[in-house]
């Protein structure tokens, strides 16, 4: 607490990273995904010089988006192995806050792209094998979203799944097996274009003692088997081992220098690193990527969640590799890669913000919007007919916390929205709604991290009153301000349109605020970070219609929408941007 409000106080530090094109650099700076971006796996491209890392999207869709970045600290989003329905429509079933897609393992393997996850279905009991339904997506063509295949399914009682192959071609998957009593990473021979597993699966090694030994990945390197996995759980324990073999199958031998990633009994503001996986550029340097939460030690505050960072490493011929330790918001490494600013593609750079968004006829949902699960195409119109140069949102009947806070439920929720990936910005919209069929017609504005940990600011019509009221709704684990519903203020009551803002006061605060359009904002309500600091997630604020349990009828719409960045707090002070 005393580090942020050190780094509030103090003048800003000089930490931009002026990135000029042409340049070479050492110094780069985490996260360098920031935002709700964990587990990531990379890999470097020769063909076309570029890194490409995956990561978890958990319930969010389109999922398991993938980042491309030619000089490893700009990264521009490619698309989303996960991005129609029908590859996996049991994402919409994915009952409960941890649930959906983890841990994604992208490789490259003779001209083709493997990527291989979890749909995990954590509402289920433990040894129910229905709770991992372990899949393989497919494609030779990263940049076009619709050459992913349709996920092939394969049978493994875990997550965290990863492929491998062998000199002659023989495909493996190695995961972390979920049983309760004897976690531990297995392998078998799998099958990887028809999802059959060809042998009973191995216990390779069940890590040195930590808690839930997890995202295993191997790696081949003079004459070696190495098999890096993660061990402590996602929290303040994480941290990262390694274990070799001369033998695919074992027995694998320990490194004595174990943990050789982590930022665990440490006071650094990254926490929670882990996660990790290991690449090699142009140059043959080695480089790590894994998972870390800007929490600090207190571990209260930290909505963005479990965020990409990048560290080196030196990994010498017949040595055990060494990362670069600790995981910090300004690092030096190898030489970066030139700094090219100009990939192919039109996805944003991670970074870049929405600028006034007026989502113009002819134009499709931007690539980086996302729901919670599948949406209902129908509740979604880009510049509708009677309201161009709009995004009209048909109400769903249930809200943001659905029946339970956990299932989607009948009808799923009408909502979208984008990463939260700066500590301090501002996001707003134009909201035109005015509820005047049902009772409980609402849309507004919402800070999301999951269906039982958001809060939101909505304009409601109620049925025994003829004025359109504000309603402030927040849930979460924890203590959070208590919602109300109120008439708008008369003077606002027939503007035809609201100004609906969501801004980072601080850094442990949000606030909410409305205004017709033109007019000043006026704050209604504040939420703590901590309210949406939990689980495996990370925060989103977009837009939201509902019924609140009706049937609603009343669209609303949506134009300017804007998202800006304006400060990123690493350590030691922070960046303005
Ligand atoms: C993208 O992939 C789809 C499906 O394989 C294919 O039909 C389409 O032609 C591809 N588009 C481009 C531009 O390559
Ligand atoms: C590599 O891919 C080509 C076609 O893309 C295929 O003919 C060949 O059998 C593959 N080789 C291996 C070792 O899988
Ligand atoms: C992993 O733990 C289980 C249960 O204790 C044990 O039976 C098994 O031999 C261990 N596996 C390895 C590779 O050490
Ligand atoms: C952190 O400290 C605890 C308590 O001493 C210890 O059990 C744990 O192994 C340590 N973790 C790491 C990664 O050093
Ligand atoms: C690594 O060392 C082994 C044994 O000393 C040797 O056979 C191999 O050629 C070396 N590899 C590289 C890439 O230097
Ligand atoms: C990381 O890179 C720096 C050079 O900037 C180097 O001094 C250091 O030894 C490297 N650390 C590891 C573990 O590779
Ligand atoms: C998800 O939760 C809902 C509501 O509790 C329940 O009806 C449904 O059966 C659950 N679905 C699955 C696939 O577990
Ligand atoms: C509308 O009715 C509800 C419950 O029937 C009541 O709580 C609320 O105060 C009423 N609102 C107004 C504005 O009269
Ligand atoms: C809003 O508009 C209605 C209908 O034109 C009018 O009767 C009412 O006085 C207006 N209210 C305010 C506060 O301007
Ligand atoms: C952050 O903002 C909230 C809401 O205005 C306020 O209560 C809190 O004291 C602020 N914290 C700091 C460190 O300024
Ligand atoms: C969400 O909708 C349900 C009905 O589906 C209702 O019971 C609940 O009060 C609503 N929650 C909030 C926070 O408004």
């Given at each position: 607490m005393l580090r942020m409000l050190i780094a509030l106080l103090a003048?800003?530090?000089?930490?931009?990273?002026?990135?000029?094109?042409?340049q070479f650099l050492t110094q780069f700076f985490n996260p360098v995904i920031p935002g709700f971006h964990p587990d990531p796996s990379c890999i470097y491209v020769s063909e076309d010089e570029n890194f490409y890392c995956a990561s978890s999207s958990f319930s969010?869709?389109?999922?398991?988006p993938i980042h491309a970045s030619q000089d490893l600290t700009s990264w521009r989003l490619v698309g989303h192995a996960l991005n129609r329905p029908s590859q996996l429509p049991d994402l919409a079933i994915a009952n409960g806050s941890t649930s959906g897609i983890w841990a994604p393992t992208l490789r490259r393997h003779n001209g083709t792209y493997y990527l291989v996850t979890t749909l995990v279905h954590d509402k289920r009991a433990p040894d129910d094998p229905t709770r991992w339904d372990n899949i393989i997506f497919q494609t030779v063509d990263l940049w076009n979203s619709s050459a992913w295949s349709d996920a092939i399914h394969f049978p493994f009682e875990g997550y965290d799944t990863s492929p491998w192959w062998d000199g002659d071609g023989t495909s493996y998957i190695v995961g972390s097996h979920a049983h309760r009593v004897e976690p531990g990473i297995h392998l078998a021979k799998v099958d990887l274009d028809k999802g059959v597993v060809q042998e009973d699966w191995t216990n390779l090694w069940n890590g040195t003692g930590g808690l839930a030994p997890e995202g295993p990945h191997i790696y081949a390197k003079d004459g070696y088997h190495y098999l890096l996995i993660a061990e402590g759980g996602t929290g303040l324990g994480h941290m990262q081992t390694i274990a070799r073999s001369k033998k695919l199958y074992g027995p694998y031998e320990v490194n004595p220098a174990n943990p050789i990633l982590t930022n665990a009994n440490t006071t650094e503001y990254f926490q929670t690193v882990g996660h990790a996986d290991l690449f090699q550029d142009a140059k043959g340097n080695w480089w790590g990527v894994a998972l870390a939460t800007r929490s600090g030690p207190e571990y209260v505050n930290y909505p963005m969640g479990r965020e990409t960072v990048l560290t080196n490493v030196t990994w010498d011929n017949g040595s055990w590799p060494i990362f670069q330790n600790p995981i910090q918001g300004t690092m030096r490494g190898w030489q970066l890669p030139k700094i090219v600013q100009n990939l192919p593609g039109d996805g944003p750079f991670v970074t870049e913000g929405d600028v006034?968004?007026?989502?113009?006829?002819g134009s499709s949902m931007p690539p980086h919007f996302v729901h919670w699960r599948l949406p209902n195409e129908a509740s979604y119109a880009i510049s509708p007919p009677e309201r161009p140069n709009t995004l009209r949102l048909k109400p769903s009947v249930l809200n943001l916390t659905g029946l339970d806070g956990n299932s989607g439920g009948p009808g799923g929720q009408t909502f979208v929205g984008r990463r939260q990936v700066d500590t301090l910005f501002t996001y707003s919209v134009t909201m035109d709604f005015h509820p005047t069929?049902?009772?409980?017609?609402e849309a507004g504005v919402t800070l999301f991290l999951t269906q039982n940990h958001h809060a939101r600011l909505g304009i409601v019509g109620r049925q025994n009153s003829t004025e359109p009221h504000f309603r402030f709704e927040a849930i979460s684990s924890v203590p959070v301000p208590e919602g109300f519903t109120m008439p708008m203020p008369t003077a606002w009551q027939n503007s035809t349109t609201l100004r609906m803002q969501i801004q980072t006061a601080n850094t442990t605060h949000f606030s909410f605020a409305a205004a017709p359009v033109g007019r000043d904002l006026v704050v209604v309500a504040y939420v703590p970070a901590a309210a949406v600091s939990w689980g495996f997630t990370g925060t989103l604020v977009g837009v939201y219609a509902t019924g609140n349990g009706g049937d609603a009828s009343t669209m609303a719409y949506v134009r300017d929408w804007d998202y800006r960045g304006w400060g990123q707090v690493r350590d030691g002070g922070y960046e303005v941007v």
């Open positions: 003048p800003p530090l000089a930490l931009v990273p002026s990135l000029v094109a042409g969010a869709f389109p999922g398991i006034n968004i007026q989502f113009p006829p069929a049902a009772d409980e017609e």
